[in-house]
């Protein structure tokens, strides 16, 4: 995938998550139950602690480290979510969506500062198995904001 293609999808599944709670009250984004346990405000936490790794990945492989982030540690998704979500679930709700609306800027400067070639190399670190930094940043972000997109729109036609 060209580096423009990915920008502009970072760019429409935030716009696209984004309309998912549109006109929400604070007591709705703050309701618990709406993924599980979560609330909509510990789905956004959720997702901002995702793309923070991710961004860390895209900043260390851009200064040429072996990356520490969630993607390279034997740690399972499960165990990791819940100890963000036990980091998170007091931050008040203001707190998270300000960094929500602010994280993807970051994001796409990081995807910017790396070359396509890079991004799409397959074996630039084995422990990634053959999949590209495209794939990664795929995965951890537009996919997940269209997961937990789906759940939300789900719960929001269930309580109508």
Known sequence: MNKKDLINLL???REGFLGAIEGLSEDQL???????EWSIKDVLAHL????AETIKLLFQVGQGKVPTTIHHRSVSDDVQNELWYQQTKNRPLQAVLDDFHAIRTQTIRQV???S???LNNSTLFPRLKGKTLTILILRSIPEHDHEHRAQIEAWRIQKN
Do not use: F, K
């Not at 703050?30 to 599980?36: E, L, M």
């Not at 901002?48 to 793309?51: C, I, K």
């Open 11 to 13: 760019e429409s599944s």
């Open 30 to 36: 703050t309701h618990s139950g709406v993924c599980g």
């Open 48 to 51: 901002l602690m995702w793309e």
């Open 112 to 114: 910017q500062a790396i």
């Open 116 to 118: 396509e070639d890079r």
